[in-house]
């Protein structure tokens, strides 16, 4: 392990800046203070907040994630910023909400638009502080070249350019809908056209992919982001886990993810790197409630995946640092993804970008100092391509009337095969969450004053990012890549 005087200037201006930032470490702890600290964040598809075993009782075992639990600090109001795969990915590694930048929804393979290269992403900011960086998994921040995460910040890429439904083998894809599905070593592709076989191993293969960076890595710093593409659908699972469950496929696919999450780490156990290495597990949304029992579940929460109810953007959060985070503890504040980019530069010593940022610092949160707050007056969430839909101060939420979808009363999907959402409209509403988490009760005849509260809120981020919903044009966001 290199000593302070051996370590590269960027480097050395971090140890010098965790050595006066003392209120880091929850004890002393000389091993971490010779570098700053590794980050490993794992960002699975599409998986629920009951589909974890200490957030709810799924019928398959997650014994990995709940000792990851045990020995790290469990996030029960933990949100993404959007209940859509590309948006919610972008917000986590810019730390600005999606709209700001340019980009919403899902992008497809033939989509022209991904993030700008003017975003600085996570794995920029590391490297940028001499770290190195590595993915493996789904980017889905656009397909053309320029948008590769090699041009993004990592020094490494294993994966897919999008989801794994956007494949012409998918059930419910249309002829000449989709091109082949490719899987990407760096900015080569690897395999042109994916089958199902492929899929089955793809999991296997980006785990194996983290621990050899880890292993490789294990004398310097690193950040890797691991992003598998399950449990979005078509599920697929390799002979390991294959019927291991007894809760059908869907289950096998939740097990295959706890292994993976067991095998990074025992992986950094093994490198000596456990007090070094900060771990962050959550997922980018909801579950994808159509299709049925191919698809997880939000718990108590209302909805899932593609709706600004708690079940499409409140996530299972897990964070793991021996030494640092206190273990087996509950964070019940609200958090947004968009708070890890500016709480981990500061833990690495960078310098936020020049341009705006939505997140803030909240690591006395992560850490459970006394008296520590959320330091937001508020979250946000739009939907579609810019509208404002929900906004969240302390237990309240207001939600705007605003066009949505259910799947209740409706046939749910089987077997991979999707069903068919009803249309639900959404009404000028007002929850709170501390008494009614599943959003049943609406209360806002009865809190005139938290609704004129939360309304001048409101007003507030329109002024700056618009809304499509009240017919508002953005001033304050940055436009896509293209």
Same mark, same amino acid.
């Given at each position: 392990m290199a000593s302070p005087s051996?370590?590269?200037?960027?480097?050395?201006?971090?140890?010098?800046?965790?050595?006066?930032?003392?209120?880091?470490?929850?004890?002393?702890?000389?091993?971490?203070?010779?570098?700053?600290?590794?980050?490993?964040?794992?960002?699975?598809?599409?998986?629920?907040?009951? /589909?974890?075993?200490?957030?709810?009782?799924?019928?398959?075992?997650?014994?990995? @994630?709940?000792?990851? #639990? =045990?020995? !790290?600090?469990?996030?029960?109001?933990?949100?993404?910023?959007?209940?859509?795969?590309?948006?919610?990915?972008?917000?986590?590694?810019?730390?600005?909400?999606?709209?700001?930048?340019?980009?919403?929804?899902?992008?497809?393979?033939?989509?022209?638009?991904?993030?700008?290269?003017?975003?600085?992403?996570?794995?920029?900011?590391?490297?940028?502080?001499?770290?190195?960086?590595?993915?493996?998994?789904?980017?889905?921040?656009?397909?053309?070249?320029?948008?590769?995460?090699?041009?993004?910040?990592? /020094?490494?890429?294993?994966?897919?350019?999008?989801?794994?439904?956007?494949?012409? @083998?998918?059930?419910? #894809? =249309?002829? !000449?809908?989709?091109p082949p599905l490719p899987l990407f070593d760096g900015d080569a592709v690897l395999k042109p056209n994916l089958t199902h076989d492929d899929q089955e191993q793809l999991l296997t293969e980006y785990t194996h992919r983290a621990v050899q960076f880890i292993e490789k890595n294990k004398d310097k710093p690193f950040f890797f982001y691991l992003a598998p593409n399950t449990p979005h659908v078509p599920l697929h699972v390799s002979s390991k886990f294959k019927g291991k469950s007894g809760a059908g496929l869907y289950g096998d696919v939740i097990m295959e993810i706890d292994w993976s999450v067991g095998e990074i780490l025992k992986a950094l156990k093994r490198a000596n790197l456990d007090e070094e290495t900060l771990v962050i597990f959550s997922s980018d949304n909801g579950p994808w409630l159509s299709y049925g029992n191919h698809s997880g579940s939000a718990g108590p929460f209302r909805e899932g995946k593609g709706t600004s109810f708690e079940g499409g953007h409140r996530e299972p959060c897990i964070m793991r640092w021996p030494r640092h985070l206190p273990a087996n503890s509950v964070c019940n504040e609200p958090l947004l993804t968009i708070d890890i980019f500016p709480t981990l530069a500061k833990l690495i010593g960078a310098e936020l970008p020049p341009h705006k940022i939505d997140g803030?610092?909240?690591?006395?949160?992560?850490?459970?100092?006394?008296?520590?707050?959320?330091?937001?007056?508020?979250?946000?969430?739009?939907?579609?391509?810019?509208?404002?839909?929900?906004?969240?101060?302390?237990?309240?939420?207001?939600l705007f009337a605003h066009k949505s979808r259910t799947m209740n009363g409706q046939e749910p999907g089987k077997d991979g095969f999707p069903g068919k959402y009803s249309p639900l409209f959404v009404e000028h509403s007002l929850y709170n969450l501390n008494a009614d988490p599943s959003e049943r009760t609406n209360v806002a005849s009865e809190n005139p004053e938290v609704v004129r509260k939360l309304e001048a809120l409101a007003e507030e981020i329109r002024a700056d990012l618009g809304d499509d919903l009240t017919k508002r044009a953005a001033v304050g966001s940055r436009p896509a890549g293209l």
């Open positions: 051996n370590l590269p200037r960027q480097l050395l201006a971090c140890w010098v800046v965790s050595l006066l930032l003392g209120n880091i470490a929850l004890g002393d702890s000389s091993k971490a203070q010779n570098r700053p600290p590794n980050v490993i964040i794992i960002f699975t598809d599409d998986q629920g907040y009951g /589909d974890v075993g200490v957030f709810g009782a799924p019928p398959y075992p997650t014994p990995n @994630l709940d000792q990851m #639990a =045990k020995e !790290g600090r469990r996030f029960t109001d933990f949100h993404v910023a959007q209940a859509v795969c590309s948006a919610s990915r972008a917000a986590l590694l810019t730390g600005c909400y999606p709209n700001r930048i340019g980009l919403a929804g899902a992008l497809g393979p033939n989509s022209k638009e991904g993030i700008s290269d003017k975003e600085i992403t996570l794995a920029k900011m590391f490297k940028k502080q001499g770290y190195a960086t590595g993915m493996a998994g789904k980017w889905h921040l656009g397909s053309r070249p320029q948008f590769s995460p090699i041009r993004h910040g990592f /020094d490494e890429f294993y994966g897919l350019p999008y989801s794994s439904d956007m494949w012409p @083998l998918h059930p419910e #894809a =249309k002829s !000449g809908s989709y803030l610092d909240v690591w006395p949160l992560l850490a459970d100092l006394p008296g520590a707050k959320n330091p937001h007056s508020a979250y946000y969430f739009y939907y579609n391509k810019n509208d404002l839909q929900a906004v969240r101060s302390g237990e309240w939420k207001l």
